[in-house]
């Protein structure tokens, strides 16, 4: 069982408060996940909200709060036990991945600036490699080079790329040890960001460079939707691909703005919907604009939402 109450946080009577969502390497065997994320709930002062595990990208999301000091144990702990666990060289996924341990932003959430998360995310880092011996990269805001502060330009198409990349360029060493990944656990790259919104869409279609061209459509760098990025993935289990989303600019675009947009894009090539999927968590704030722009009430708000009120 995954610990998802280990403690109540009440955010306004305790102190610094910081969100960390690691993404592990693994989404096909639950019981390993679920043992990484039992690691992670059994620091003290940590509370685990939401685990995420998906079999066709083979990997998983876990969200936990708790003060800085706890979420960087907690965060370490996860790395190690995902170490323990994953062996890249074995790991095969529809997702970019370069690490057992992937990725882990860390984002403020209450009582705490982003300049004490970048702190934290450096410290994380430089631990990750001293302790475990798995190289680090930082990105995000704690990023130490402008070209890393993406995520994508450090990942570039993974774990086998990044390998035998850094045996022959320099340029694309780890920020904390190596050059050379760790045999089993890879890299992990380490950061500190604003709250994002992982939200994907499954198209009615198992055609993978049609789902690759709405992907491209819709994102900001093909000059889509500002602070979108996208990718076009085929989920095996399901027998259809995924328009797979990160929302970075949540006060820009809301979820109901990029499913409309991913309908307009399938539609002009006579693709249908079947669902949308939420990965992790999402600010409700992003719930009541979507519910503002779908039924055109541009006086919703928190205070207009009884269950807030109560």
Known sequence: MVRFDVMTIDLQSRGPI???????SEGKRPEI?????????SVPGIRVLDLHIDVDHNRS????????????EAALAGVRAASRLIDMSHHKGAHPRIGATDVVPLIPVSKIEMDECITLARK??????????IPTYLYGYAALRDDRKRLERIRLEGFEQIRDLVAIDSDSHPDFGGPQLHPKA???????RD??????????????????????AIRERNSGLKGLKALGIYL??????????????????????????????????????????????????????????AIHLDSLDAKRIIDLNL
């Open 236 to 293: 095996e289990s399901r027998s259809c691909v995924q328009i797979s989303t990160n929302i970075t600019r949540t006060d820009l675009v809301s979820p109901y703005r990029v499913f409309e947009k991913v309908k307009e894009e399938a539609s002009k090539r006579g693709i249908d919907i079947l669902r949308g999927e939420l990965v992790g968590l999402m600010p409700l704030e992003s719930i009541i604009s979507s519910a503002r722009e």
């Open 61 to 72: 999301v876990v969200t936990f709060i708790g003060k800085p000091e706890a979420v960087l």
């Open 33 to 41: 996940v679920r043992s990484i994320a039992n690691e992670i709930g």
């Open 186 to 192: 890879g890299a992990t790259i380490v950061g500190a």
């Open 18 to 24: 910081v969100e960390c969502v690691p993404n592990f």
């Open 124 to 133: 994380l880092a430089e631990r990750i490699w001293n302790e475990l011996e």
């Open 195 to 216: 709250p994002l919104i992982a939200f994907n869409i499954d198209l009615k279609s198992s055609d993978l460079k049609m789902a690759r061209e709405i992907a491209s």
